[in-house]
């Protein structure tokens, strides 16, 4: 094979899957030939690497076919551990197709512009609640302050968005080391600008409206703070006529910040405004599994899915019971398995349910909705009955993993094909209209209570 073919089958697979999906997980691929013609196909990290063995590799394979390669197997490999090869070899062909080169170690960060360098997009895990934020962020480094601007991602504590945020700053300073970036906290903004009034203290202007790139963290402490919202509001403006860009995060949406001043509100929805969500079982599997590798960690499969099935609040608490398996089993000798931490973290039990069932994905969409568990169930096709009929299906298969047919003999369906429609205008409506996005988290988090 030659890099003419993997360049087709990146073509064939870019028009089965969404944008987001192919520009985080495919563009950056190469194809490595060796010496006796074999070939293996080179990915940016553990995080892809697995992604691409438990996942892509049914399309991968499939494409290969369709262009005259016909394997069953596929060998995937990280980039930074290829040995160095002659400058014809080691052209790779993602280059060709524009994917933005490959980071050999992690960037180094000035002092003084608050970034930390272990946030990057290489150990950002990327799943169906995140990726479209993922490729808002990867875009917007490429092109500071064109693009979208401002960047405005809002999501609940503990999903990833200093992670991804703090990521777009230190790609920026990778790439171009001239960007002046800055990340601040909302708390060090309002601080700073509080010594910058009361005790007469220079250079607050100069330091905020001098930067190419100004990052804020949990912006929405700044609301009811009449003063501060004045200062930011200045500042905001000086920085976007400049097309400098501007990357804010918050917990909830601008229109949902109470004592928010109406012209922040505005400028904070003028670019892109988007969502962070609670990962789905599959990304929390890949995130044990990376956070795992990072310490030198390999997990037994069903001690990766305990911690995943059985710690879904967020993000950061998953984090904080692996480090405590670990770090248990590091100090006794034991191996970190599936006994061990059942023993260890047993009472995240009594949080959680052990499982749910397709009647309680049904009865509390219903109650969530203030309609009848029979009228989703019937055939009435009013509005109002017809959206939460949907968004049951949608959690039956986002949450049980159900096929379409089961999902239809759930809700009384004769026909599987209205399963599959309703799943697919609930996706597409997640990534595109806010109400429905809070509805369903909404519920999902009234199933887990």
Same mark, same amino acid.
């Given at each position: 094979?030659?890099?003419?073919?993997?360049?087709?089958?990146?073509?064939?697979?870019?028009?089965?899957?969404?944008?987001?999906?192919?520009?985080?997980?495919?563009?950056?691929?190469?194809?490595?030939?060796?010496?006796?013609?074999?070939?293996?196909?080179?990915?940016?990290?553990?995080?892809?690497?697995?992604?691409?063995?438990?996942?892509?590799?049914?399309?991968?394979?499939?494409?290969?076919?369709?262009?005259?390669?016909?394997?069953?197997?596929?060998?995937?490999?990280?980039?930074?551990?290829?040995?160095?090869?002659?400058?014809?070899?080691?052209?790779?062909?993602?280059?060709? +197709?524009?994917?933005?080169?490959?980071?050999?170690?992690?960037?180094?960060?000035?002092?003084?512009?608050?970034?930390?360098?272990?946030?990057?997009?290489?150990?950002?895990?990327?799943?169906?609640?995140?990726?479209?934020?993922?490729?808002?962020?990867?875009?917007?480094?490429?092109?500071?302050?064109?693009?979208?601007?401002?960047?405005?991602?809002?999501?609940?504590?503990?999903?990833?968005?200093?992670?991804?945020?703090?990521?777009?700053?230190?790609?920026?300073?990778?790439?171009?080391?001239?960007?002046?970036?800055?990340?601040?906290?909302?708390?060090?903004?309002?601080?700073?600008?509080?010594?910058?009034?009361?005790?007469?203290?220079?250079?607050?202007?100069?330091?905020?409206?001098?930067?190419?790139?100004?990052?804020?963290?949990?912006?929405?402490?700044?609301?009811?703070?009449?003063?501060?919202?004045?200062?930011?509001?200045?500042?905001?403006?000086?920085?976007?006529?400049?097309?400098?860009? +501007? +990357?804010?995060?918050?917990?909830?949406?601008?229109?949902?910040?109470?004592?928010?001043?109406?012209?922040?509100?505005?400028?904070?929805?003028?670019?892109?405004? +988007?969502?962070?969500?609670?990962?789905?079982?599959?990304?929390?599997?890949?995130?044990?599994?990376?956070?795992?590798?990072?310490?030198?960690?390999?997990?037994?499969?069903?001690?990766?899915?305990?911690?995943?099935?059985?710690?879904?609040?967020?993000?950061?608490?998953?984090?904080?019971?692996?480090?405590?398996?670990?770090?248990?089993?590091?100090?006794?000798?034991?191996?970190?398995?599936?006994?061990?931490?059942?023993?260890?973290?047993?009472?995240?039990?009594?949080?959680?349910?052990?499982?749910?069932?397709?009647?309680?994905?049904?009865?509390?969409?219903?109650?969530?909705?203030?309609?009848?568990?029979?009228?989703?169930?019937?055939?009435?096709?009013?509005?109002?009955?017809?959206?939460?009929?949907?968004?049951?299906?949608?959690?039956?298969?986002?949450?049980?993993?159900?096929?379409?047919?089961?999902?239809?003999?759930?809700?009384?369906?004769?026909?599987?094909?209205?399963?599959?429609?309703?799943?697919?205008?609930?996706?597409?409506?997640?990534?595109?209209?806010?109400?429905?996005?809070?509805?369903?988290?909404?519920?999902?988090?009234?199933?887990?209570?």
């Amino acid at each position: 094979m030659n890099h003419a073919i993997w360049q087709a089958v990146l073509g064939e697979i870019e028009t089965s899957v969404s944008h987001a999906v192919f520009v985080t997980w495919f563009k950056p691929t190469e194809v490595i030939i060796s010496d006796d013609g074999t070939f293996s196909v080179a990915v940016s990290n553990v995080f892809a690497k697995q992604q691409f063995e438990s996942k892509f590799n049914p399309q991968v394979i499939a494409a290969l076919k369709k262009n005259g390669i016909a394997t069953e197997r596929v060998n995937y490999v990280i980039k930074s551990e290829q040995p160095k090869r002659s400058r014809q070899e080691a052209t790779p062909l993602a280059e060709t +197709i524009a994917a933005r080169p490959v980071k050999k170690t992690a960037p180094t960060t000035p002092v003084g512009d608050g970034l930390n360098p272990r946030y990057t997009f290489e150990n950002f895990v990327v799943g169906s609640s995140n990726d479209l934020a993922y490729a808002t962020a990867q875009a917007v480094s490429t092109s500071p302050g064109t693009k979208y601007n401002p960047v405005f991602i809002y999501g609940g504590a503990g999903l990833g968005k200093t992670h991804l945020i703090q990521a777009v700053g230190n790609e920026i300073k990778r790439r171009t080391p001239a960007n002046r970036v800055l990340y601040v906290s909302s708390e060090t903004f309002v601080n700073e600008f509080l010594d910058y009034v009361q005790f007469k203290k220079k250079g607050f202007s100069d330091k905020y409206r001098s930067v190419d790139v100004l990052i804020v963290d949990d912006v929405q402490f700044i609301a009811g703070k009449q003063a501060t919202q004045e200062a930011f509001f200045h500042t905001f403006n000086h920085l976007h006529q400049l097309n400098k860009q +501007i +990357i804010l995060s918050s917990d909830k949406p601008p229109k949902s910040i109470p004592t928010l001043t109406e012209r922040l509100r505005s400028r904070f929805e003028w670019g892109m405004t +988007i969502d962070i969500q609670m990962p789905d079982l599959e990304t929390r599997i890949a995130i044990v599994r990376a956070k795992a590798a990072l310490s030198g960690v390999e997990l037994e499969n069903d001690t990766v899915t305990y911690l995943a099935e059985n710690i879904n609040t967020n993000i950061r608490e998953l984090e904080g019971a692996l480090n405590q398996l670990l770090a248990f089993c590091e100090v006794r000798g034991l191996s970190p398995d599936v006994d061990t931490a059942v023993g260890l973290l047993g009472n995240i039990r009594q949080t959680r349910p052990h499982h749910i069932t397709p009647k309680q994905i049904v009865d509390k969409t219903a109650k969530y909705f203030r309609i009848e568990q029979k009228e989703i169930l019937g055939e009435k096709r009013d509005k109002y009955i017809v959206v939460p009929r949907q968004i049951a299906m949608y959690l039956l298969r986002s949450e049980l993993h159900l096929s379409f047919p089961r999902i239809a003999v759930e809700l009384g369906r004769k026909d599987h094909t209205t399963a599959i429609h309703s799943v697919e205008k609930i996706e597409k409506a997640i990534k595109l209209d806010f109400v429905t996005r809070e509805q369903v988290a909404d519920i999902r988090e009234r199933l887990y209570e």
